[in-house]
Every structure is written in C-alpha cells, then in structure tokens.
C-alpha cells in the first residue's frame, strides 16, 4: 500500500455518542471557542501547551505530543509531551524539559525518513490515523515500544496530524495516543471525527503559531538593529558601550522592584510581559541619539583633549620658557665675564633656578587642572587666568604671544568635569536626538511609549531638567526609572576616560542629595536602597573595590 494513501485508507472506528450529530455539533462549538482561545494568546510555549491540551480534551486521548520542525538541522524537534496516565509532563509550563532526542527527516543514506510515523507525516504533509502501532507493518515503533518497555505503558492507538502554515509549509507535528471510550479508561481507535476536529484545530493552531513565530523573526530583526546602533556606538567610543548595556540591566532591576512593592505612592505600580519588553526597548534606545554625536567631545578625557589632549602643546610651551630663562640668565652671566662679581653670578643661578621652579609649580597645576574634577575653586581659576597674560612666549612664527589663548583658558577654567558649556551643550542635544529619531519610528501600540520612556530620562522632579522641562507629574513611572538608572551607572561606572568609578557609599550620597533636591523620583530611589537594588547591581556590575558600606537613613 502507498505511503500517501495510508491515512486516507485507514477506517477508523465508529467512537459511539463522539460521531452523532449532537456530539459534532458540541465539539464544533469547543472547537470554536479553542480558536479564539488560541488567537490571544501571546506566549509561544503556552500557545503550544494550549493546542496540545484542547486535542487531547476533544479526543479523550491519554497522551500526546508536539513537535517543532527544525529547519537548520532537518529534524523535528520534541516540545511538550504529556501522558495523563502515567503522569507524566515533559516541556511547556512542566518543570521537566524534554530530553529525548530530535526526529530526524532524511536517513543515513541521505533519503526521507519514512519509517517514523511522526516524520513521514511531516515530509508528506499528511495525517496519519493508527489503530494499533504494535500490529502496524509500515512504521517503526520500535522506539514507541522501548518507552513502553520502560514506563510500562501500552501505546496503542495514534493520530499524527501535520501543523502547515499559509503557505502550506510543515511547522510542526500534532501526534496524539490512544483515545479513550466515553465513561471509560478503554482506548479506542481514533474516529474519523477526531481526526476532522483534530486537523482543523491543527490547522488553525499552526497559522496562528506562524503568526507567532513571524511576530517573534520581527522582533528578534527590531533587537539587532537596536543592537546594532549600540553595536556603532560602542565602536564609535568604548566608553558609552558598556552604558548602553548596563543602563537596561539596572531598568529592568529597578522596575522589577517596584512593580513587587506594595506599599507608599507607587504600591499599585505593576508591568505585564508586554510594559516589561516595552520598557526593555526604551532602555535600549535610551541613547541611541549619541550616534550624532562628535566622538572628540563624548571621549573628552581632559580639559584640553579635542583630537589629542593639548596639554602636551603647553608642555612644550613650558619648556621653551625654561629655555629662555636659561639663555636670559647665561647672557646675564657672560655680561659679568671676565669675572669681577662672583656673588653677582650666583644670585643669576639663584633667580634662574627660582624661576624654573616656578615654572614648573605652573605647569604642574596646569596638568591637574587639565584633568577635570568635581569643583574647581575660584582662586584656582584666578591662577589659570593669571598664568595665560602673565607669561609670554614666542610662537613658531617668531612672535610673542600670551601663554594660553582664549580657548585654551576657558577650557582649563571649566569649574566640574571636562566639558566646556559648549560641549556640555552637543553632549546634553543628544536626548534630542534620541526623541527625534525614536518619534520618527511607527511603533506599534504595545510599543507606542518608548519614545517617552527613552527621552525623560535626563529630566528633573522639579522640572528644571531637559530637553522639554518636564515636572513629576508630567513624566511616567518608567521614564523616571529609565533617570535613576542612567545617574547611578554613569556615577559608578569605571570605564569613563575623564572620571575613575565612585565608591558605592559617595554615588548613593550625591543621588540622596539629587532626590532632596528634587532630581530624582524620592519614592523610587527609597525602593532603590530599600530592596537593594543599588547593591545587587553592584555585585554584578562595579568593581569591587568600589563597594563599601552604605549607611541608608531612610
């Protein structure tokens, strides 16, 4: 007998009240409820659990299971397995995975693997009906039999039905065991009903688990383009690349915390699967707008660093007053030959040395002002303004200049961090950017607040933030998350060229201050220190000699 005609040939045994008209037309109506039922629902896992459970229910059958077709290794894949008898609960909400091995779809000689029921129905895209998989000539049970052999179960009656898509192509397979009797635990053939339900329920599975595995290709493509423009951005600087990731990472943290509070203002805050992946999407674009940005001011090490730091140049510069000096006092010295003063000589040595000295002194300041910081004083500023018109030297055209210029001094004069108000303005445009960009996508509904999410993170509670100004009450839980998450990375982060990484007590002291300043959201930061999300965070992600002891006064 023909392979193809096999299932269409078989006769399948009358199943008594299954096959009348009332027990069609209750089992349709089950059926219908089970497509609508499947159509919402979103995880694929359970989605495949559901489909596997309503055959079985509307078949009586003791046991079945799902495949998965697996195109790169040309095999079909075990998914969730259940046999009510024995109970036993393989895959899918089960806390055991399956661990039997793929079906493969071609032989050893390389042809279709006909003598696997499951296969074969596979390859051909047909269903396969078996009364008794003992007496059956055409398929190899033989590893049917050794888990029988070893549960002491008696696999009996099979139906094996092939899951297609629109384009009729095989995604999986829907294999059931042993249909039982109405009132009874005596397994029956599976009747030519059954097999109708069951294909048609099959049917309308494997479209909607396409539509699933589409929707899942879809954002899988979306997270490596995210990927990818942290991928630039990483590679554009080394030193925002490991923001891009953390940043998310401690979002997720921290929205987690705060959708297990149950007390205070946020006790009702709560995220389904979807606000979750939502917010993860948000986290990950949160900077997307510094692929705008110029690599000379986002890698800004010093004061003077725009394509090279340019202290090197006053170094230089340094030293050609040290030369002059020491020209200036050897003239002086050669204007005293032949000696007649020699007290007159070493006050010369004296000056000169004093001199060089001094000039070392400026040069010295001149570097550790170069190198930025938390606050620079009045008085030091003073001193770099005195040390530029105070000093002259003679340039490479051969004439006499100030010490620094204009552009050089407003950037050693920079009173916190390395960035001249200029700079901190392209650094604070990229949030611009970001907004721009994200509001240039057509997100779908579940994603629709990602560009709020992503751009509030550099506003303030008290509305003295940026870009838009926003207050509190203008602002989203998670875009206020997203602004907690993005502060205590780039406060304990090591890996910035003009800062070392913060002591975990000095970073949770300056954002204390932020939240009583109104910066910072007060009622997600306590959740922060009071669930320990800050010290999770930091054993995973600082350094350890940066975690010490926090005092929390909460």
Known sequence: MPFHAYHAMMTPAKNTDLDTIEGLLGRLEHLNKIGAALSQERDINRLLESILLATKRITRADGGTIYSKNTSSNSLQFEILRTDSHQIAMGGSADE????????????????????????????????????????????????????????????????????????????????????????????????????????????????????????????????FVSLINLAIDEKSPYTGGHCQRVPTLTMMLAEAAAKNQEG????????????YELKIASLLHDCGKITTPVHVVDKATKLQTLFDRIELIDTRFEVLKRDAEIAALRQQLGLRPCVDASAEQAVTTTLASQLDTLDEERQFLRASNSGGEFMSDAAVARVRHIASHYQWRNATGQTADFLSVEETENLCIRKGTLTPAERGIINDHIVSTIKMLEKLP???????????????????????????????????????????????????????????????????????????????????????????YLEYARAFIDPTQIDEVKLTL
């Not at 203002?265 to 389904?272: E, G, K, T, V, Y």
């Open 97 to 224: 995975p399956v661990h039997f091995p793929d079906l493969p779809l071609v032989n050893a000689a390389g042809a279709p693997n006909d003598s696997l029921v499951a296969a074969y129905s596979a390859i051909h895209c047909v269903t396969v009906n078996i009364k008794d998989a003992y007496n059956d000539p055409d398929f190899n049970f033989s590893g049917t039999r050794v888990f029988d052999q070893n549960t002491g179960y008696r696999s009996q009656s099979f139906l094996t039905v092939p899951m297609c898509n629109q384009d009729g192509d095989v995604i999986g397979v829907l294999q059931l065991i042993n249909a039982t009797r109405a009132g009874s635990s005596e397994v029956a053939p599976f009747s030519q009903a059954d097999q109708q339900l069951v294909e048609s329920l099959a049917s309308q599975a494997a479209i909607v688990l396409n539509t699933h595995l589409l929707i899942k290709q879809l954002e899988d493509l979306f997270e490596s």
């Open 265 to 276: 203002p946020l006790a009702d805050f709560n995220m389904s699967e979807m606000d979750r």
């Open 443 to 533: 997100w779908p509904k579940h994603l629709k607040n990602v560009p709020e999410f992503a751009g509030g993170h550099h506003e303030r509670m008290d509305g003295k933030g940026y870009p838009k100004g926003l207050t509190r009450e203008q602002m989203s839980v998670q875009a206020r998350i997203l602004g907690i998450a993005d502060i205590f990375e780039a406060l304990t982060a090591s890996d910035r060229p003009y800062k070392p990484g913060m002591k975990l007590s000095q970073a949770i002291g300056i954002m204390t201050r932020m939240k009583e300043n109104g910066h910072i959201d007060p009622d997600l930061f306590d959740i922060f220190l009071k669930q320990g999300v």
